[in-house]
């Protein structure tokens, strides 16, 4: 792991997820949303579950049946068990990162009672070798926990030689070497990933947070990101990937604005509209006012989920394992500081 360094937030750094997010009654799953991202963006790549290799069954020695032998007596009906839900595996957000109180902010949920193996990245450079403009030249990438946990930075990904082979083992380095990772193992809690750019750089970056293991007791409930939402390239754009089982999953994304006002943020954008995009970039759903549909704006407050003003946005989708994205931007192309937030609800 990069070297930590107990550092109190530096001065001027937002505090770790400054939006409370409001805990819905039973287990949050906020779920971020990896959907290949329209206008060249790229999606993050999910990571690939090895498929164990079949083992051969052993033929069975032919035995003879005993004269008599009884019938055997009928199995009685298996009840049948329900399909898990989908999880999230890889939840990334694609942001326009500035200085001050609005570089990125990336919040994240763990939930369950194991920690979780995980692979967070700090993309720039390489983004241009996808069509996008204004990238952040040299990212740097912070981790902020819950009280206790030490802070850990990096700057350039192969900083650290037993970072750099942890990072490596993984497959999905970043392609730069200007880029950041950390390779980390993290108890249930919430956390936050702030990107910047070294020396105050500003630009398009990717936050990035993939599950390195999936078969445990744990799983991202939650992902929310904060950053300045202007127009064109520059709205932002959370992807997040569904996997590891085949059932359905209920998913509520949220496009928060105005309410962050009441938390100090300062610039917030007025009036927030909300976009989810399958994986071959078609709307499945859009959302500019959260109670312009009755059905929709029942299941936002059932789960406790309700943004807490009506120029607010909220869509809630039950989706199958796949790639999806959420895209935030302002109406008539307004802009300020937002948040996007991804929850995973499990089974419908």
Known sequence: SPTPVTTPTPPGTPSPTPVTTPTPPGTPSPTPVTT???AGTPSPTPVTTPTPPVTPSPTPAITPTPAGTASPTPAGTRTPVPTPAAQSLNLSTRLRAQTGDNVGIGGFIITGTAAKHLLLRAIGPSLA???VPNVLADPVLELHGPTGFTTITNNDWRD?????AAILATGIPPTNNLESAIDVSLNPGSYTAIVRGRNNGIGVGLIEVYDLSQAVSAKLGNISTRAFVSTGNDIVIAGFLLGGNSGADLVIVRGIGPSLSALGVANVMANPTLELRDGNG??????????EDPAQAAVLTAAGLAPTNQLESGIAAILSPGAYTALLSGVDNGIGVGLV????????
């Open 36 to 38: 290949p991202t329209p």
């Open 341 to 348: 937030e991804v929850y995973d609800r499990g089974a419908p």
């Open 282 to 291: 078609a709307v499945l759903r859009a959302s500019n006012d959260w109670q």
């Open 129 to 131: 070798q996808a069509g």
């Open 160 to 164: 650290d030689p037993a970072q750099e």
